[in-house]
């Protein structure tokens, strides 16, 4: 007979005890699977939302507010900048480095969710973070001449049981007068679900968005600016900013002037530059850029020549030179660092707390099997007696530890799974990121080794006891 089947045979004969042993270490690994596979899903959400664009141009300030206010919506805008940047965003004087700007005004909420303000643009180019454009659970996106279309998220239609061709209306609070809410817009789309912030968000046509507030409610003109207009109309002669097209939009020019948004989103072009450098310089540039390929023909090996993109690194110094009140943010680079910085910390001091409950778990788990050594010397006695050698029942308590620990391992993980699809309505509505059962990280995979070396370890003294037995003594008694 092989040790393993002794040793399981031997757990089965101490059944309770051995269930209490195994379930005791089950719940440890169990907090460590929930922490690990809920903090990288919802860490790997986290860092992708700020994908779709490269930069972000808004008001002085706070970079990170800047980003947790533009793409996650869960702080209040650093300020406002003008709408002639918007203008000098698609001037010929940033062709060569912008390819698409979208603008972006807040301020707004419907039922607790913000409302963007926004144009079509933002839909037909700003991609999820799989790189996929957005779709519609049902109806289409609002056009530039739906002054009043919305397009609601899948989140914020869920919870309020919205469907297109329904009217809402909205204002600066969550108060329900009427003197406090715009006139009614009327949702022509309902977003797919996509994991992301935009769930929990309304999206409104920018142009309808100014109307409303320029028709006598408070907000965007009403705000005192300290931006003179005659400085923008000099930087607009000097910048030779393009006549606009209005796309639709036939608002008044004094009006324009008082025109505000909260940021403006690019999408850079690739521009390729050749610039000498030695091997490191050319990794850390495409680390900088993550998502960029590099190809070997692309190498000009006597001169380490190498092709990368510098519109994300030279964009901003180029806009902070030259708009009054603007700062440019890559987002992917602030959440990178914040994540790293505040949420990595957290992450780390969670699993820290799971590894010590774990090893909690495997000291119970010694304590057991060594109580239950003085019950079994007679055992033990009787294997010597019959010429089991010492290693071997040294081996034998050794590989009970070891199935216990990965029986009671397999268990915890199977719980951890299970309480993360229990949890995943919260998270969901906390964080608006779907959290499955089935979602793996592979990090779980180290829990197989470490249960077997602590199962070793707090294996190791009742099997020393074992080997230490005395035969003739222990079956006298």
Known sequence: MSLWKIAWKSIRHRSLASALTAFSMALGVALVVTVLVINGV???????GAQGYDLIVGAKG???????STVFYNQDPVGLIPYEYYDLMRSSRYSAEVKTAIP?????NYQGSPVIAT???YFNSVTKSDGKPYTLQEGEFFKYTDYNGAVVGYAVAKKNKLQVGQEIRFGHTNSARDEDLHEPFKIVGILDHTGSPNDRAVFVNLEGFYREHEHGHAGVETINYDLREEELARKRAELGVEEREHEGEEHAEHAEHKRRLTAILLITKDAEVEVTATAAAVEAATESRPGLEIEEKDLIQTERR???DTAVTALPAKIEGELLEAQAVAPVQEIAAFFQDVIGNIQSVLIIFAIQVVIVAGVGMMVSIYTSMNERRQEIAIMRALGARRSTVMSIILLESILLSLGGGLFGALIGHLAIGALAPLIMSY????VRPWD????ELALIPGLIGLASIVGYLPAVIAYRTDVAQSLQT
């Open 104 to 108: 972006i005004a807040r301020g707004d």
């Open 306 to 308: 190498q092709v990368i």
């Open 62 to 68: 706070s970079k990170l507010q800047l980003v947790l």
């Open 431 to 434: 964080s608006n990121v779907m």
């Open 440 to 443: 793996f990280q592979t990090i």
């Open 119 to 121: 144009t079509p643009e």
């Open 42 to 48: 919802v860490g790997k959400s986290f860092q992708q």
